[in-house]
Every structure is written in structure tokens, then in C-alpha cells.
């Protein structure tokens, strides 16, 4: 440890300054999650199609940003969408749609593990009694899979909480990017970074054990069938 003294007084009072980061870095969580569990389905149902070209689209866009770091596609996004396609938005828009593409890939994997899980008898059920195939996606695989992939995908939304700390690199000013200022002027990165940590950590803790009370529940209810 040497001779460092820690002071987490100047981090109490700079307490504001990292809760306004914190509110970008909840909105940011917030709009991804909704448009990613919203998106993350249909492109589930895309790659479970019985269209080929449909298919592999879909499990390729799946597969691409499943397979490749959450900072390149971040990047990439920010930086050579607007070259290539000579399209520019505000930075939170673009950090939106980078980090809702990436949650949407997860996402789909999540309903596309729940909607296998489904028993055969249902679907055997569903053109026994002549329902169409919008019927049958919407009345009977939607909500098995959205209970059944209830875990998993608020896991993923813990994950994504964390993962807007990536957006500190394109400079908007969430809970890291504020930190990181912070830090450049009191010249105490230790105190304010373990105050940044701890500020996930107590948002992230109780998401985590809502995940384990919910899985707890979602099997008594299937054990009682």
C-alpha cells in the first residue's frame, strides 16, 4: 500500500457529478434492453424461419456481434457508419444502436434456446386446432419463450448496464466518462474509481439476485406444472 493516503471526501462531494453519469448510463441500459428484448424476438424467429436466405442472415448478424468485441463494434459504428453511408447522428443515438445491436444478438440466442425448449405436443397442438402461423407465434411461442428466457435475458441486461461504460470512449458523458473526469481533477483515480465501481456493483448486486429469485420461481411454477 506505501505511504498512500486515501481521501474518499473529495469523491463524497463530487457524488452529484458521478450521479449524473449515472442517470446516461441508466437511460442508455434503459432504451437498449427495451428495443433489444423487443428485437432480439423477431430476429429469433428469423433464424428459426424455414426461408434459407433469412436464416443465415440472421444467424450471421447473430454470430457477428456475438463473436466480436462490444468496443469495435462500438467503434466501428461511430466512426465508419457516418464515412460509409455519409449519415451522421448525435453521439447517444449512435451509442444506442450500437449497443441495442449488440444486446438484440444475445437476446435472440436467449429466445432462440427457450423457443427450442418448448415442447413438440404444443406445436402439434397449434395446427390441430388450425391456428395460423401468426397465431401460433404470438399466442403460444411468445410467452413460453419470454418466461422461459426471462434469466437469461436479465442477465444480459446486466451485462449491457456495464458494458455502457464502453461509451466513455466516444465521449459521452456516462457514469465512466464521468469518473474519468473526475479523476483527471482531483488527481485521486484510486478513490474515484473504486466510488465508480462500487455505484455498478450496488446497481448490478440486486438486478443479480432478482435474476436468482425469478429462476427459483420460474421452476416451482413448472414443477407444479
Not at 70 to 90: G, K, R, S
Not at 95 to 113: G, V
Not at 135 to 150: D, G, H, M, S
Request: aromatic share 12%.
Amino acid at each position: 500500500m506505501g505511504t498512500y493516503h486515501f481521501d474518499f471526501s473529495i469523491v463524497a462531494h463530487s457524488l452529484p457529478f458521478l450521479l449524473q453519469g449515472l442517470w446516461m448510463s441508466l437511460w442508455l441500459t434503459v432504451v437498449s434492453g427495451v428495443i433489444g428484448l423487443i428485437a432480439g424476438f423477431l430476429v429469433c424467429l428469423l433464424a428459426t424461419s424455414s426461408f434459407p436466405p433469412l436464416r443465415w442472415v440472421a444467424v450471421l448478424y447473430i454470430e457477428l456481434f456475438r463473436c466480436t468485441p462490444a468496443l469495435i463494434q462500438l467503434i466501428w459504428i461511430f466512426y465508419c457508419v457516418p464515412l460509409l453511408f455519409n449519415i451522421a447522428f448525435d453521439p447517444v443515438p449512435m451509442a444506442i444502436l450500437a449497443l441495442s445491436l449488440n444486446i438484440t444478438a444475445f437476446n435472440a440466442e436467449a429466445y432462440r434456446a427457450a423457443i427450442q425448449a418448448i415442447p413438440s405436443a404444443h406445436m402439434d397442438a397449434c395446427t390441430a386446432i388450425g391456428l395460423s402461423s401468426f397465431q401460433r407465434t404470438v399466442y403460444v411461442i411468445l410467452p413460453q419463450a419470454v418466461i422461459a428466457a426471462i434469466p437469461v435475458l436479465v442477465t444480459n441486461t446486466i451485462g449491457l448496464l456495464q458494458q455502457t461504460a464502453l461509451v466513455a470512449v466516444v465521449g459521452i458523458a456516462d457514469l465512466m466518462y464521468q469518473g474519468k473526469t473526475l479523476a483527471s481533477q482531483n488527481y485521486r483515480p484510486i478513490e474515484t474509481f473504486t466510488a465508480v465501481a462500487l455505484i455498478y456493483f450496488c446497481i448490478s448486486l440486486p438486478t443479480a439476485r432478482l435474476v436468482g429469485y425469478l429462476e427459483k420461481r420460474i421452476r416451482f411454477g413448472a414443477a407444479r406444472g
